[in-house]
């Protein structure tokens, strides 16, 4: 018997889930279990649920900006139950993941339908729409437990093609892709393009012929009265956010909504060239010139659809492709006509990737099947053949290439977000005891007074493993210092100075050994008497410290430096003793490092 085809095939399973296993080990290496900014809205919903588990329609699908997600919130009720009533932002994570791994699959089964000429054709395709499905451009996505929401219509839409293409009975793909939008309308706002985009593929999957559109005109009535109930519920007594711009500023300034659209569809790959150090505006402009490219390319291949519309195999293979495309555009321009007056930089927002990513990877699939359609019909002969190879391989190249240098910056990025969680937890933990309203507002949520009003409700509820301490005593969270090296051991008081007659400023570096991390933290205290510091304020800026990366022999240390500027009337007065500790978040223990340091107050 001949192993070989079985071996291939092994192999190339393993290359395809690679990049999905990639995310994981940086999700579980990076994740914080910290509610950031719109998780805080998950804790008010849970507050209604728990303990008496009183749940009511109007609660369920309450508007949060302009999305009502029902289903996120079953998922986030869920989590929290079977983990004993405790929430952890990580678990909405790994939900992330699976949705994603549930497209992957899904696209999987389409390349295999629609472009499975040969196995390696079939893996090869695989992993190059792995590497956008899991591309790690969508790391704020990826580390923030409330964006699960974002991957939930495009998991729904690509389910209903695989309904689609699928040999089952054309009612029971009917009542799937019913269900189907249904959950996408009610996970995300742009879930509601679900209903359009997925009916035409719907409509003529039984001949993939367009004349034959109309033939079963029993679809038409439930889809439109489904969709009808779904509209009239969605919008009932719907508010528009205020802090949104208008849709109209879009139409009404074109000039400034087209490129916003172009940089939108060209930031999965663009995002890449800002590590040469350009200008945040030359980013704008690199997005737009590859947004420009892949528009170029998909009207190429759209023309080749409409000229061969009276092929059915034509139509079944790009019909599908297609249709998540146009999902890509439509959420793209929507985006660009409600957004682009904010500015041209919101275009290049992490949180769109994972809308964006999508239309490459459409091109890789409509782009081989183009070839393979344009060389079984003769279209391509000798000198057009080569010229049509040589054009597919720049465009891999230059698919690869940004990719690289996109997952070369981004992925070190997860790292920082995860220290800015990690120090965010610290300021939420001392929230009664040194509240640090710049710290708060940017790494927390975006209102003070709002996260104290929330934070009191979540601890008193006790949902989640961070508490908020009231004993403003460094005693009662010190920990025995374990680092023997005497010269080093978890970090240095630098100094500290007055910076005006109302202000001083604070720095040094600050580690913990146990990790081989920076500190999450640094706590700043002032000896009260012998044996009693008090706490006065944590630290909001890290500084990069390449002498500590030399004397400790490691870059995890690079980001170890800290500084802070403090109020001259938080301390009191006369001759004061600082002191400065390093913080683990997850321990919540404060370890002593050296230098203490005396000022005149």
């Not at 005109?217 to 969605?234: D, E, R």
Request: proline fraction near 4%.
């Amino acid at each position: 018997m001949n192993k070989r085809p079985e071996i291939w095939y092994l192999t190339g399973l393993i290359l395809t889930i690679i990049p999905a296993f990639l995310i994981a080990i940086l999700i579980y290496q990076n994740s914080v279990n910290i509610p950031f900014w719109d998780d805080w809205e998950i804790g008010l919903f849970l507050n209604k649920v728990y303990p008496e588990f009183k749940l009511t329609l109007e609660s369920l699908i309450s508007q949060h900006n302009e999305s009502r997600y029902a289903f996120p919130r079953f998922i986030f009720i869920g989590l929290t139950y079977f983990n004993n009533w405790n929430w952890d932002i990580r678990h909405q994570m790994w939900v992330s993941l699976v949705l994603a791994c549930i497209v992957s699959i899904n696209i999987f089964r389409l390349i295999k339908w629609t472009i499975g000429e040969s196995l390696i054709k079939v893996i090869f395709l695989a992993i190059l729409c792995n590497l956008l499905i899991f591309s790690p451009v969508q790391y704020e996505n990826w580390l923030w437990g409330h964006q699960l929401i974002v991957f939930f219509p495009i998991a729904c839409v690509t389910t209903c093609l695989v309904a689609i293409y699928s040999g089952i009975n054309r009612k029971v793909k009917l009542v799937i892709c019913l269900i189907l939008c249904t959950i996408s309308t009610y996970s995300f706002a742009n879930g509601m393009l679900s209903w359009i985009i997925v009916f035409p593929a719907l409509a003529i999957s039984k001949s993939w012929k367009w004349q034959d559109i109309f033939q079963d005109k029993w679809l038409y009535i439930p889809w439109i009265a489904t969709f009808t109930a779904n509209m009239a519920v969605y919008f009932y007594k719907y508010e528009k956010p205020p802090e949104t711009p208008s849709i109209t500023y879009g139409i009404l300034h074109p000039n400034e909504a087209l490129p916003y659209l172009l940089s939108f569809l060209g930031a999965p790959l663009g995002w890449g060239t800002i590590k040469y150090n350009w200008k945040f505006s030359s980013l704008v402009n690199n997005n737009i010139w590859i947004g420009t490219i892949l528009i170029i390319l998909l009207l190429g291949v759209f023309s080749y659809f409409i000229k061969q519309r009276k092929d059915p195999t034509v139509i079944y293979r790009m019909t599908g492709w297609l249709t998540i495309s146009f999902y890509v555009i439509t959420s793209g321009l929507i985006t660009s006509l409600g957004r682009s007056g904010l500015g041209l930089e919101s275009s290049v927002a992490l949180r769109y990737m994972t809308f964006s990513v999508y239309l490459p990877l459409t091109l890789v699939n409509l782009i081989a099947i183009v070839y393979d359609d344009a060389k079984t019909k003769g279209f391509l002969i000798n000198k057009s053949k080569r010229v049509a190879q040589a054009g597919i391989l720049l465009l891999l190249t230059g698919f690869l290439y940004f990719y690289i240098i996109t997952a070369e910056l981004t992925i070190p990025r997860m790292y920082t977000i995860k220290l800015d969680r990690l120090q965010a937890k610290a300021c939420y933990i001392f929230l009664n005891i040194a509240p640090e309203e710049k710290c708060i507002t940017e790494k927390v949520y975006p209102s003070f007074s709002g996260l104290q009003k929330r934070a009191k409700l979540i601890d008193y509820l006790g949902i989640i493993d961070a508490k908020l301490l009231n004993n403003d005593k460094i005693q009662d969270i010190q920990a025995t210092n374990r680092v023997t090296n005497e010269e080093w051991g978890y970090g240095w008081f630098d100094q500290v100075k007055k910076v005006d007659k109302n202000n001083y400023s604070a720095g040094g570096w600050a580690v913990l050994p146990e990790k081989k991390e920076p500190a999450d933290a640094v706590i700043l205290t002032y000896e009260k008497t012998p044996g009693e510091d008090i706490i006065f304020a944590v630290f909001d800026n890290r500084v990069e410290r390449p002498d500590v990366v030399k004397a400790m022999k490691t870059t995890n240390y690079l980001i170890s430096g800290w500084q802070k500027t403090f109020a001259a009337n938080r301390l009191p007065k006369g001759v004061v003793k600082i002191k400065a500790w390093a913080f683990d978040t997850e321990k919540v223990k404060a370890y002593k490092v050296g230098g203490d340091r005396l000022v005149k107050n």
